[in-house]
């Protein structure tokens, strides 16, 4: 267990709906990652929160947003669903905001009908 | 921004033998490089990582090593199990990249 809790495990929903994943890092530490898995593909980073702020962001769609909440917990909101936006998604959290080993949880595995 | 190629895409070993995955990075003020290995249907879990001071680290049956003024690491996993057999992936990270960007991931396969 890496002490990183993403709910829901699995969620479906239809074409043009919204989502919101939900992460809680480990304890101690400050900061969480975004990453978006598709079906054999690599893992795409899409945002990083340290301890409240946006730190990095990489190539996270409009359609998509994150905060990360003063007990240090994010979300990842994701609306105007697309068939395309279907993959896995992972939360991670580190220590530090940079150059720390990240910790993933079991991630939430989206599904757009 | 940064960049990792990663190869061989898939690769297959006999049970026992060597196996090696490369991974080259753009920027060279990159210092961090995990690697990461996933299971089918599971989350990436970090077996090994070397920071741009350090040339190779090794633990157990894994090692990695570092060249920086090539810009390219390796993963080398020594007498090879058939729990072995995941995806690996390389990452690099450092001031310059301010994010962990992975490489596309190494399908390995331990036949018995």
């Known amino acids: 267990d890496s002490g990183v809790t993403q709910t829901p495990k699995h969620l479906i929903t239809a074409t043009g709906q919204r989502v919101t994943l939900r992460c809680s890092p480990r304890?101690?530490?400050?900061?969480v990652y975004w990453y978006q898995q598709s079906l054999d593909q690599g893992l795409q980073f899409l945002i990083q929160y340290y301890n409240g702020e946006e730190r990095a962001k990489g190539n996270i769609l409009e359609r998509f947003s994150a905060q990360q909440f003063p007990d240090l917990h994010s979300e990842l909101n994701l609306s105007s669903l697309e068939l395309g936006d279907s993959a896995l998604y992972f939360c991670a959290s580190s220590v530090d905001s940079i150059n720390s080993p990240l910790h993933f949880g079991n991630g939430t595995r989206l599904t757009v009908t | 921004g940064e960049n990792v190629e990663q190869h061989p895409s898939t690769l297959s070993v006999q049970e026992g033998d060597s196996a090696v995955i490369k991974c080259t990075y753009s920027?060279?003020?990159?210092?961090?490089f995990p690697w990461y290995k996933q299971e089918l249907g599971k989350r990436p879990q970090l077996i090994i990582d070397i920071r741009s001071n350090v040339g190779e680290k090794k633990d157990q049956r894994i090692a990695v090593t570092l060249n920086k003024t090539a810009k390219h690491f390796s993963l080398h996993i020594t007498e090879t199990q058939p729990e072995d057999s995941a995806v690996y992936f390389c990452?690099?990270?450092?001031?310059?990249?301010?994010?962990?960007?992975f490489g596309q991931g190494t399908r390995l396969t331990i036949n018995p």
């Open positions: 990452a690099a990270s450092g001031q310059g990249a301010q994010k962990l960007v």
């Open positions: 304890s101690g530490d400050l900061s």
């Open positions: 920027d060279s003020a990159s210092n961090y």
